[in-house]
Structures are given as C-alpha cells and as structure tokens.
C-alpha cells in the first residue's frame, strides 16, 4: 500500500498523519508532535481553532526535519470565513507555526451562505497561486456544498476532511469525491473511543496481533482514506503508527463497512454552532 496520496495538482501527500485535535498548546502538543516526527510521521493536522499551532511549529522547527518532509495542514477557523479574513488569517497561521507556508489550507467548516463559501474559496485560489499553501480543500463539507462551490471555482478543492468510522462509512459522499478526484479525509477516526469495544474490531485486533487503532486506522487506508487520528500520550502515537506491515483481506474491509450505522458522532455540518449567522465582509 502506498503512503502516499497524489493529490489533484500533483502533490504528494502522506495517507497516515497525526491530528491535534483537543491538543493543548503547551509541552502537551509540543511533544505529541516532536514524538510523532521522531517515530516516521511526516504529516501534521492543525487548525486555527484549536489553539496549537505555536507548538506544532515549534516542535517541526525542533525536529531538525527538512521542511520540505513534513506535510502540514491548517484550517481557517469557521467564524472567520470570507475572502478577506481567509489572507489575513493565513498569514497569522503562518506566523504562529513559523512558516512560509502550509502544505494543506482548508476551509473548516461551510457557511450556510453558500455565496460566503464561494468568496472564501477565491481567496483560498489566490493564497495557492501565490505560494502560501501546496494545496487546497475543505472540510465538513456536503456534496450540496461542494456542488454549489464546482460550479464557480477556478481551481478545485483537492481534499475534503469529514466525519468518517466505522459507524459512518460517508459511502455517497466518498463516492462522489472520488467522480470528481478530491481526496477524502478522515477526521475522528476512532468514533470518540467507540471501536475500542466493538467485538468484530477487538477481533480482528488479536488475529493480526495489533491494536484496534490499528485495525481502523488500516481499513481507511486500504480504502484509500487519509487517516489522522489524534493522541497526544506518546505511546498510542507509536503504536498507531505501525500499520504499514500487515494488510485486511477484502472479506474483513467488508465486514468493517458493514458495521455502518449512518451514525455521526461530531456536529452536523447543516447545524454549525461556530458558524454564526451574520453578515460577512466578503
């Protein structure tokens, strides 16, 4: 299995990385990441919104990586959407990860105002063109989203970041993504902890000798799914790492995917609290 995903525009991008998600910025994420890079890595989520992006930077710069090895991600924080906000925050992303620019700049979460998403993305267009970002994509967001978006834009998201587990496999939308060749990317990977008592995965986890993590975290990749899964003890972040030496049969990816209960976990992106509505500053 490849480690890498070639995105639309010919970038490469790693399908395992780690997600600070709820990462404290601090020693906490500093060290997550400092630890994941040391263990092999190469490829670091982060966000506006979640108040790390000091210490993902500062462990990148610590690591004594080349740039150019480390796939990061961040995302524009979803009360700041809009065309002028989305330049403006960049360069405060930017700033606080010590970089030129990110590999990954993704809408956090749709505006309801689908003309909002629209005047974002042109921005987004523009911060790609000019070098601050490798690629760009989006995340939360529905094929409705998406389509209202295709129809305008120039240049076309290459990732989208969802909800996705075994209890939401997000069948439709993976398809679609995959007819018009963005990327899907998993978010929330472990269903908030709940794989860890399902039979069928504790099962499988002791036929292969692995972890649960690591059953999930492969089925994706053979899916084709960029995996992130979070953790800050440095333990689990090596352990969740070692999913490149066995593989599923078909049967047992089947099997996992019948575990699908349509069941979302995290906010809909339809009933957005951080998306407030207001008027924006297109």
Known sequence: MDKYVILANGVKMPTLGLGTFKAENGTSCYDAVLHALKVGYRHIDTAMGYGNEESVGKAIKDSGIKRDEIFVTTKLYPSQIGYKSAKINLEKSLKRLGLSYVDLYLIHWPSSNLLVNTHTWQAFE??????KTRAI????FNIYHLE??????EIKPMVDQVELHPYLTQIPLSK???KENI????YGPFAKGNVF????LKELASRYNKSVANIVTRWGLQKGIIMIPKSVTLERIESNFDVFSFSLTDEEICQIDNLNLGKRLYTDPDNCPFCPAKEYEL
Not at 126 to 131: H, P, R, S, V
Not at 148 to 153: P, V
Not at 197 to 200: A, P
């Open 126 to 131: 523009e911060l790609y063109k000019e070098g």
């Open 148 to 153: 209202h978006l295709l129809a305008s834009c």
């Open 183 to 186: 990327c899907v990317e998993s």
């Open 176 to 178: 679609y993504l995959a």
């Open 197 to 200: 008592t399902d039979d069928l």
């Open 137 to 140: 994509g989006v995340s939360n």
